[in-house]
């Protein structure tokens, strides 16, 4: 086989490998941003956590019913503890992922891609 | 109200159900801390104490249920990698789960799904009778029509690889009626547009909660999506930190595969068969 051939697919595995291994963390990271609160299934996202600190500017602090991710109400009794729940959840979750994240982007080989 | 989590085995001569059950089913007890039954058969039971993993079975289940094996009718591919042969599926009694579950709320599992996270913590406070995932993700980012929709023309295919019920009269109707739709199979088949020849739960559930719910997609009571192998992929090794190192086979090279591993996450890992090969040390994990 032509070198550069071999080369170009060798490179080609690796991205494969890589494209699926940050799939693979972008999944973990979704489903721990899964919370769960008085019945209701909300997904933590920047838009959330804006949405609610944006409530509490307003003064819309207790016993606000506001939609999950299925779209359904769900009443958050205290929403300055609610936002501190979310706000807890994603940074823990978000640090987590950024330093997988940048573990896997350090590794150039398949092998050390996925610690054999 | 107690929660639990439910397994069913019921042993075949290819495949060994009841060692995949206690590595769920352990895998399970551990990583969501909570009781884990089984439901299988006395066949399974004599095997597992001829094969000596049935004090392991002990120590991992809270109670193993006994029940009666299904007819074995039911014949599907069982794909191990590049090889594959028919062999008897016996999966007809997953409706059962609803009168044989010993906890006022369920979380049945597939005894090929390996849990290392609690995803589920949110979902136990719902309240809804009944929850199904409703779509699966494969590892290799591929998926299928046939994945998403019961057929070409039918509604969405949900997965019954994980279910979440209580015991309540409202959850019961799905499950009657998925025993219904297993009797009349074929009638179906002629109206969802689905082959016959091979039941599912999946397409029964479907159908169930699709009828169930005024024939409408509801994803309301969705559990997380399913993040699956298919059965050409396999599970090649097994660290003791974790961490799962699996052969992907590649959808458009078929004699291609390539690398990949997962550590603290929940797969559905469809090549039984390769789960049975790391026996040792995923039983070395729970």
């Known amino acids: 086989m032509d070198d550069r051939l071999k080369k170009a697919l060798e490179f080609s595995n ?45 003064d819309r602090i207790s016993d606000i019913p506001i939609l999950d991710s299925n779209s359904n109400p769900i009443l958050i009794k205290d929403m300055k503890e609610f936002r501190d729940s979310i706000l807890n959840v994603y940074f823990t979750v978000v640090v987590g992922y950024y330093s997988e994240y940048e573990k896997i982007k350090k590794n150039r080989t398949i092998e050390k891609l996925v610690e054999l | ?10 042993n075949s001569k290819e495949v060994d159900y009841s060692v995949l059950s206690i590595i769920a089913g352990g895998l399970a007890k551990k990583n969501l801390d909570l009781p884990v039954s089984l439901i299988t058969d006395i066949s399974t039971i004599e095997w597992m104490k001829e094969s000596k993993i049935y004090s392991i079975a002990l120590s991992v289940f809270d109670k193993i249920i006994e029940t009666q094996r299904p007819r074995e009718f039911n014949h599907r591919i069982l794909r191990d990698g590049v090889e594959s042969k028919k062999i008897p599926f016996i999966n007809q009694n997953r409706s059962s789960v609803w009168h044989l579950s010993p906890y006022d709320k369920t ?19 719902l309240n809804l009778p009944f929850m199904i995932s409703d779509s699966i993700k494969l590892v290799n980012g591929k998926i299928g029509v046939l994945d998403r929709w019961i057929s070409d023309i039918a509604p969405r295919l949900f997965w019954a690889t994980t279910l979440m019920f209580d015991k309540s009269d409202e959850s019961k109707i799905y499950f009657d009626l998925v025993d219904h739709i297993r009797e009349n199979y074929r009638y179906y088949a002629d109206i969802y547009q689905y082959r016959h020849e091979v039941y599912r739960n999946d397409i029964a559930f479907s159908i169930s909660k699709h009828i169930v719910e005024g024939f409408k997609e509801d994803l309301s009571n969705s559990l997380p999506y399913i993040l699956s192998l298919t059965d050409k992929d396999e599970l090649i090794d097994v660290k003791s930190d974790g961490r799962l190192i699996f052969l992907l086979n590649d959808e458009i090279s078929a004699d291609k595969s390539f690398l990949s591993s997962c550590k603290d996450q929940n797969v559905h890992i469809m090549n039984k068969q390769s789960i049975v090969r790391n026996k040792e040390k995923l039983l070395e994990l729970i």
């Open chain 1, 14 to 58: 690796y991205q494969n490998a890589l494209s699926v291994q940050r799939q693979l963390l972008k999944e973990k990271l979704n489903s721990s941003l899964i919370y769960g609160y008085n019945g209701g299934i909300f997904k933590v996202t920047e838009s959330l956590i804006s949405f609610v600190q944006f409530l509490i500017d307003n």
């Open chain 2, 1 to 10: 109200m107690n929660k639990g989590i439910i397994l069913f085995a019921h």
């Open chain 2, 107 to 125: 979380l049945l599992i597939d005894t090929d799904y390996l849990i290392f996270e609690d995803v589920f913590k949110s979902y136990w406070q």
